[in-house]
């Protein structure tokens, strides 16, 4: 897995005064590190709290572009919410706690590329502005919001311990207004990751055009390519979730028809790039 | 345990015309719960960050109020991070979890009252208006900052596991400028708490006058009254500890001079109100 | 108009090593210098936008405590929403912009202290910390929100000119939910001070005890001590006002029943300390 | 003036079982409307605070990429803070006081393209989520900080007025860490614009490449189409400017050698699209 800057920082240019500013993404500077973006791989762990619900299969099908059908199960859909540790390869935003937490809210559609069961992400905030941008280099639509969730604690009064009758809650807020409420009380645990978050996401690349141009933008569907993928044990029971009155177009049409379980679990994974599903 | 309040939520005023709007803080109402604060106790549950150091005896000295003086063990210090949840007495903020959680930096300085060993908190920083504000209904001097620290994970690469060489992370940042930064490298672990965590706090109830008056104003010196104290077991190893240049005054005088093991270890307790050590 | 510190800066405590520490407010210090606040007097320039409204008159007297009467206009109210510049007699926050800006929204009830025409504040937000604590030293009862609102543009094409036909938003979020939106489109401009904007405000000092006690909490109604007002050339037209289902208890007591004009405009004051108008 | 969306809301898909989600920009959605970024026209007007100075010629060269020139005044820059109101064409956004209101940082480098004086924006702060992303559409390098300024008051003493000897002050912090500080005392006013702030802005259109591929990243100059500039009279004086120490990589090169003239004015734009200028 190699990614491509304009010039690396084991190579500095030869002659300063000539070199292009370079970066893997804007800022482009003299050395390329003042880049926002560090590039792939990028580690993260997680803690999570997710509700499996169901919304309209036609709404979900009108939120699947072209190449992605519905799946075996049309009309499945997630509500998750994670508060994310994340580090380049080297660690180094680690030693920077200010750094390398954020917080997010994804919704997750069911869905297939070729009958290979997939996961599409039509919506997603994020609380912190390195990993937005980065959303938006995978195709991933981050926005920008206000995302709580309550987590388990080991000891004293104020929050449930992960055993049987733990509650979890989680908001989102968004331009000030609540637009989605959950909650899930744990009954067992189980080693069986939650469906929706055990495959792999396609994302659409597709960025604005800046200059006038003929050709009609390119849109390339590309799935997330992961590894170290590893679960902590799933703690999974009845969940509750509420889509509220809120300013964002078309997210009502994803509203729950009906919610089922909800998990609480730790998550890690390694992202590398995007593999090119089609291109239209 | 009880709390004063001008009328309680089960005794509504017979006469809604003619009662007063009352409540156990600003802003009263009709109801009384348009409080900002519930009464104790508040319950909290916290994952903590501890850096024991030494500071200038001579400068800790200058920071204790008559009634207290230096203890055993003058010039011992500790820098918290902490990031708790919290609830009143019937758990109701932990279904809001924008409402229930915030984090905190505090310094901690070794004392004694009447030969018992005690705690003065001279500076701490927290990032939610209600914890702010409780503090210094309890005479402790919590103001407004960023802080941010790195938590133990438990799968995935973004973090360090609680376990020996397990690297963890503290900063804060007041106003935009970054004021402290610390570090601690975990070793070994242990059942005995750090002194600094495990003794009284002993506050100052103090509160500028607005109106005129030929009496000084009254300084009365508490004892935080606390039950259910929980400790998750001790991770500790060596700590580092910078204090940057930044605008908070006489903040340097408790500069480290010598840092010596840091902890991270998970805490919980209820609070329930002030006992008097000293009227001045 | 003198303020009691325990020491001042300019007599410094002759022994530091015995000294206590001192300050306006919390944190006590040596210097006192770390103090959160400073004393008063406060200088205020502001631009604002506010809408007079009308609540039901019963609903508005359940808001006033013993000593003010509904006064000569019961139920006139009025939703205000400003951005302030504010500093210290000695103008030195000014060299800071990161402290020295906050905005806020309060609600203005019309009542009278002694037959004098006065205004009751039974709900404010702020989007900082120092005018939240200073609000709660005056006995104003200040919280933590998300304040907005358009202002006058001089130039270019987002926004209103100051001129008949310019619309003026606001709008106020508390804990991710939207709870006040306001909109005045101004006609014509006078040189009366809105009503409700140019009379003492009178505020309960009470502040939750901490330390068990058989004395009941001493309530003081005071009026806010003021010199230096100035208005601009103020700017009226319709208003509308909306408050929305939100969390805050017995806000909605106070919602709009018939609104009338809106006003734009720039404000002065500086801000003494509090004159005591009953003890209760 | 076009915009390329894949359908565009007056031209709704007649089948919608069937149509693809379509969006000027992430996210994609059925109707289009759940698009972060609106596409351009976009209007903006601002209070703009703005110091002139020098940097090193020679490390102003290494921040311009290939098609750009150091021009008449190599080493001429300009440091500007800027509050901004925005809206698209049908100024619907002005409506929602908390999404058109966002503040600025930004450094401007003199240079030229084929002889044209220009300018070069190599670093840029904002504080809102839909700006920072609509400067990646742009090719400008916008990132998240926390940006204030003192503004020019017309009543009351927090602040200055409009006049000579007034002052006003800009500072940055990123990530909890102060980065500029700015100050101006203006003298006298003046219709001449500042130099820098009256040329094209010369971007670079460049974003990560996330799919494998042989084909090195286009990178493409391109200039900001900006109609309906309009300037306020520009008030002018002494200027400050200091870059902190920060954890900003190559930012240290534009640090000032020489600091000249400030200026504090309102500026109006309305920005349409860009101009390819060179493709590499």
């Known amino acids: 897995m190699t990614t491509t800057t304009a010039h690396s920082e084991g190579h500095p240019a030869a002659d300063p005064g000539t070199a292009s500013p370079c970066g893997y ?9 003042a880049s926002m973006l560090t590039p792939p791989p990028w580690h993260f762990s997680g803690e999570i709290l997710m509700v499996d619900y169901r919304v309209d299969p036609d709404a979900a099908r009108r939120f699947l572009p072209p190449g992605l059908g519905p799946g075996a199960d049309p ?3 997630a509500a998750v919410f994670a508060t994310w540790q994340w580090c380049s390869e080297d660690g180094g935003e680690l030693a920077d706690p ?6 997010e809210f994804l919704i997750l559609l069911s869905c297939a590329f070729e009958g290979r069961p997939m996961a599409r992400c039509p919506f997603a905030w994020v609380d912190e502005p390195v990993p937005m941008m980065r959303g938006w280099v995978q195709g991933m639509p981050k926005q920008f919001g206000a995302i709580h969730h309550t987590r388990p604690v080991a000891v004293g009064r104020a929050g449930s311990r992960l055993a049987p009758g733990g509650r979890f809650d989680g ?3 968004v331009h000030g207004r609540r637009l989605v ?3 899930v009380t744990i009954e067992h645990s189980t080693e069986r990751a939650p469906a929706l978050h055990d495959v792999p996401l396609a994302h659409s690349l597709v960025f604005p055009q800046w200059v006038q141009s003929d050709a009609p933008p390119r849109t390339r569907l590309v799935a997330s390519q992961v590894s170290g993928v590893e679960f902590s044990r799933i703690w999974s029971g009845p969940g509750q979730l509420s889509f509220l009155d809120g300013p964002v177009e078309d997210f009502g049409l994803l509203s729950p028809l009906e919610v089922s379980a909800g998990h609480v679990f730790a998550y890690g994974e390694t992202l590398h790039g995007g593999r090119l599903l089609r291109e239209s």
């Open 25 to 33: 993404s804007l800022p482009l500077s003299p050395s390329g590190k």
């Open 98 to 103: 200010a750094v390398c937490r954020f917080s």
């Open 181 to 183: 409420e959950a909650s």
């Open 75 to 77: 009309g499945a859909a």
């Open 171 to 173: 908001a989102l807020s």
